[in-house]
């Protein structure tokens, strides 16, 4: 018996057609995405992970010991043994009057610095800016820098020397017979005390950054500017500003978050002088609760506390620049 393959039907191509290429998924577009950036910045990664690592084992790490702040902690059984009291630590710190103080405090500083030392690294960098001497710049620079690099233990001393009771002012007031002046141990004026000394030491450091933005701010838009007729003021209130308002948003992002850290050793150094009442900040509370009465767990309470607050208005703020058109610190992608 003869067996015939069956004859295609008529119009049938006797030749399957080339299949259409299956498209590929999501999950497999990203995996060879994250394989092509990883080829491409293996190097920069490799230059950074020592950085990781010193991150994730002083910084990362040790925000597991926030559990004290939970715990009645002693140091003799360690966290494991210590038992948990939940939120009594946090209880005891918002009952105390000694706490909401620090917090005042530390809040009337930062607000007090916001207005009359945040401003002036922004207007040093302006004013250098406009210097025409690149040497003359470079030298302002170079001094109004420098005293970022001295400690505070120094820093107050200078200070003390010029304003103490037996300082170089008062010497010269009391020879010309016009009285005293008591500015490093008077409470009332010890808002404006620490932020002179703010003032000296940082002011010059944070104009760097400005500088740099300043730096990369297009010359053809002053010329263009003044061929249209604008001033000098024209010319910084649209051309200069406008460029340090990304850089203004970020530092100043960045300095909400540290709206409860406004210092440990400027204030402890100048605590006896002035009293409790006007230098106690958050700092200094912890730091005495924690370590010189070793109330570990409270002090853990209180410094947790600290850092949520932070980070709150770290959130808040960045979402307000977003809302106004800026970058801020992050953006989703």
């Known amino acids: ?60 790490l040790p925000l597991l010991g926030n ?69 003359l710049k470079l030298f302002i620079q170079s001094v109004v820098y420098l005293p970022h690099f001295f400690s505070w233990v120094l820093v107050i001393t200078l200070f003390q020397q010029m304003l103490g009771g037996a300082g170089v002012v008062n010497n010269f007031l009391r020879r010309n017979d016009l009285g005293v002046i008591d500015l490093m141990t008077n409470p009332d004026t010890f808002i404006l005390l620490v932020t002179a000394e703010g003032i000296w030491k940082d ?20 010329e263009a500017a003044a061929v249209d007729g604008a001033n000098r003021w024209r010319r910084l209130w649209h051309v200069t500003l406008p460029a340090l308002v990304p850089v203004i948003v970020l530092l100043l992002i960045m300095r909400l978050g540290d709206a409860l850290s406004v210092g440990f050793e400027q204030f402890l150094l100048q605590r006896g002088a002035v009293g409790v009442n006007a230098s106690e900040v958050l700092d200094t509370y912890v730091y005495y609760e924690g370590v010189v009465n070793v109330d570990f767990a409270y002090a853990g309470a209180a410094g947790l506390f600290k850092g949520v607050v932070g980070l709150l208005l770290v959130l808040g703020a960045n979402k307000a620049a977003h809302l106004l058109g800026q970058q801020g610190v992050y953006s989703r992608s």
């Open 67 to 135: 559990v004290i702040a939970f715990q009645d902690y002693s140091p003799f059984v360690g966290i494991l043994e210590s038992p948990f009291v939940g939120f009594a630590n946090f209880e005891r710190l918002f009952g105390d009057p000694d706490f909401w103080r620090a917090t005042a405090n530390t809040l009337g500083i930062t607000a007090f610095q916001l207005v009359f030392f945040f401003p002036v690294p922004i207007v040093l960098a302006l004013l250098i800016n406009s210097l025409l001497s690149a040497r």
């Open 1 to 60: 018996m003869t067996l015939h393959a069956a004859e295609p039907a008529a119009g049938a191509s006797t030749q399957a057609g080339p299949r259409e290429p299956v498209p590929p998924s999501r999950a497999a577009l990203r995996r060879a995405d994250r394989r092509r950036r990883f080829r491409r910045d293996w190097p920069l990664l490799l230059m950074v992970a020592p950085t990781i690592l010193v991150l994730g084992a002083f910084h990362y």
């Open 203 to 222: 002011a010059g450091w944070g104009m760097i950054i400005f500088l740099a933005a300043l730096s990369t701010v297009n010359a053809d838009l002053y």
